[in-house]
T-cell receptor
Framework: GAVVSQHPSWVICKSGTSVKIECRSLDFQATTMFWYRQFPKQSLMLMATSNEGSKATYEQGVEKDKFLINHASLTLSTLTVTSAHPEDSSFYIC?????????????FGPGTRLTVL | QKEVEQNSGPLSVPEGAIASLNCTYSDRVSQSFFWYRQYSGKSPELIMSIYSNGDKEDGRFTAQLNKASQYVSLLIRDSQPSDSATYLCAVPSNFGNEKLTFGTGTRLTIIP
């Protein structure tokens, strides 16, 4: 139980294009999902908290117009990196907060490696 | 003071020995604590959660929580090379808040 998937697992795109990353909770409903970014050899950095049916809450310094988050259902959240640039190249990881007895725990997806040329 | 602190390591432990990872936190009202393992190039994996003072054992892993001293530790018995990874301690940012605050992680290397 508590499996989270992400798609795609990796993507290479040209500078200026937009990339959409999907995060799905496969066997539980997640009212809250989180999006993180991790640069090589650095810590996880929380970008935003995504709540089903409402606007995402972005961390300080994260551009909400550049990183569009949609959480339209209890099992799916999407992150769209708009007009991506090489500095956006990173490892993007989502997590979902469990339900019921697992409601305090966060389960991570496998991550999406984005490379912007 | 950082909210969650860990020794960044690297920590090297011989195979078969006990690896001890420590974490301190600043928020006295924290009620839940988590240990994640992250292999290089992979996403974090939840390996232990602990909510009460004392020890919690799961296979070769034991989490220890001392709320009075505000620390939580992870012991790995009979360390294996496959345990080589970065271990992240995580604590909810505030009581009832959904966000987790992560330590910077301790890089553990098990030496065969």
């Amino acid at each position: 139980g508590a499996v989270v998937s992400q798609h795609p697992s990796w993507v290479i795109c040209k500078s200026g294009t937009s990339v959409k990353i999907e995060c799905r909770s496969l066997d539980f409903q997640a009212t809250t999902m989180f999006w993180y970014r991790q640069f090589p050899k650095q810590s996880l950095m929380l970008m935003a908290t995504s709540n089903e049916g409402s606007k995402a809450t972005y961390e300080q310094g994260v551009e909400k117009d550049k990183f569009l988050i949609n959480h339209a259902s209890l099992t799916l959240s999407t992150l769209t990196v708009t007009s991506a640039h090489p500095e956006d190249s990173s490892f993007y990881i989502c997590s979902a907060r469990g339900a019921g007895a697992l409601s305090d725990e966060q389960f991570f997806g496998p991550g999406t490696r984005l490379t912007v040329l | 003071q950082k909210e969650v602190e860990q020794n960044s390591g690297p920590l090297s432990v011989p195979e078969g020995a006990i690896a001890s990872l420590n974490c301190t936190y600043s928020d006295r009202v924290s009620q839940s604590f988590f240990w994640y393992r992250q292999y290089s190039g992979k996403s974090p994996e939840l390996i232990m959660s602990i909510y009460s003072n004392g020890d919690k054992e799961d296979g070769r892993f034991t989490a220890q929580l001392n709320k009075a001293s505000q620390y939580v530790s992870l012991l790995i018995r009979d360390s294996q090379p496959s345990d080589s990874a970065t271990y992240l301690c995580a604590v909810p940012s505030n009581f009832g808040n959904e966000k987790l605050t992560f330590g910077t992680g301790t890089r553990l290397t098990i030496i065969p």
